[in-house]
């Protein structure tokens, strides 16, 4: 059993900055595929970023691409999302997630993740 927590986020103004950090409890974090998801009201959950086990090989949606940048630490058991130049459509609720997964490589699905965090806002005012 994995347990997510977020922290972060809040509002702030377009072409500002916030850093998002989802902190894993267990001592097998490393074993761990992670991803960052968000989900507007009205709108499906869409990845945002994601992260191997051991932080080699990441993806950014499109509409990230440039702006955020994902990391993770596995000896402190955190996945940081870095997020800049921020714009209104990025307000939503962002979700960490995470998966057991051993390759070098990441999950870009949302039904690909076994385990969730609570989520935390994002606001981008105009």
């Known amino acids: 059993q994995v347990q997510l927590v977020e922290s972060g986020g809040g509002l702030v103004q377009a072409g500002g900055s916030l850093r998002l950090s989802c902190t894993a409890s267990g001592r097998t974090f490393s074993s761990y595929a992670m991803g960052w998801f968000r989900q507007a009201p009205g709108k499906e959950r869409d990845i945002v970023a994601a992260i191997s086990w051991g932080g080699g090989t990441t993806y950014y949606a499109d509409f990230v691409k440039g702006r955020f940048t994902i990391s993770r630490d596995n000896a402190k058991n955190t996945v940081a999302l870095q997020m800049n130049s921020l714009k209104p459509e990025d307000t939503a609720v962002y979700y960490c997630?995470?998966?057991?997964?051993?390759?070098?490589?990441?999950?870009?699905?949302?039904?690909?993740?076994?385990?969730w965090g609570q989520g935390t806002q994002v606001t981008v005012s105009s």
């Open positions: 997630a995470a998966v057991r997964y051993s390759s070098n490589y990441y999950k870009k699905r949302s039904h690909e993740y076994d385990y």
